[in-house]
T-cell receptor, first 111, second 112 residues
Framework: KQEVTQIPAALSVPEGENLVLNCSFT??????LQWFRQDPGKGLTSLLL?????REQTSGRLNASLDKSSGRSTLYIAASQPGDSATYLC??????????FGGGTRVLVKP | NAGVTQTPKFQVLKTGQSMTLQCAQD?????MYWYRQDPGMGLRLIYY???????DKGEVPNGYNVSRLNKREFSLRLESAAPSQTSVYFC???????????FGSGTRLTVV
């Protein structure tokens, strides 16, 4: 059974610092990995999608890497801003089109 | 705007009452999903529909039923609500293998 773990569970940084969020998964037989952002009381917004054949994806200040063989992905957010405060979730997609989520990392960027 | 629409956004039920959560997507996606999100438990799959006319159980199906009414719509029914079903429910859809999931904004359900 696929298990997805996100460490740390919570992170607090001063504005301007780079954020590094980690995601690990136990079964490397995945189709892709997706990073989401969730604001309190809101739904999930897709940030980046990395296919299993890719090593990384970039969008603006966000960069996500994928090392499928070791079961790891890292989300980097450069020059953090208070507006980046949210919970970040990673999810892996495997056979059967099922998505398995990590528990999330709650980020607070202090002005 | 294209996306996944869920109704209602909020609902309070009494124990034993029934209700149906509605989900519709206008992206012509084949697969649709229902998840619940609980503090400390993350997002868990309740039911999914890989294509129109098919439905399958996910991780936590007990107490729920689903209907894939057509390609656009996938509803979740609670026949006899219990306090343990207090949660935030998310509907999602996806097209092909290479694409990512699109989620609705959620339904906050409280069972008292």
């Amino acid at each position: 059974k696929q298990e997805v773990t996100q460490i740390p569970a919570a992170l607090s940084v001063p504005e301007g610092e780079n954020l590094v969020l980690n995601c690990s998964f136990t079964d490397s037989a995945i189709y892709n990995l997706q990073w989401f952002r969730q604001d309190p009381g809101k739904g999930l917004t897709s940030l980046l999608l990395i296919q299993s054949s890719q090593r990384e994806q970039t969008s603006g200040r966000l960069n996500a890497s994928l090392d499928k063989s070791s079961g790891r992905s890292t989300l980097y957010i450069a020059a953090s801003q208070p507006g980046d405060s949210a919970t970040y979730l990673c999810a892996v997609r495997a056979a059967g089109n099922k998505l398995t989520f990590g528990g999330g990392t709650r980020v607070l960027v202090k002005p | 705007n294209a996306g996944v629409t869920q109704t209602p956004k909020f609902q309070v039920l009494k124990t034993g009452q029934s209700m149906t959560l509605q989900c519709a997507q206008d992206m012509n996606h084949n697969s649709m999903y229902w998840y619940r999100q609980d503090p400390g438990m993350g997002l868990r799959l309740i039911y999914y529909s890989a294509s129109e006319g098919t439905t399958d159980k996910g991780e936590v199906p007990n107490g729920y039923n689903v209907s894939r009414l057509n390609k656009r719509e996938f509803s979740l029914r609670l026949e006899s609500a219990a306090p343990s079903q207090t949660s935030v429910y998310f509907c999602a859809s996806i097209d092909g293998q290479a694409y990512g999931y699109t989620f609705g904004s959620g339904t906050r359900l409280t069972v008292v």
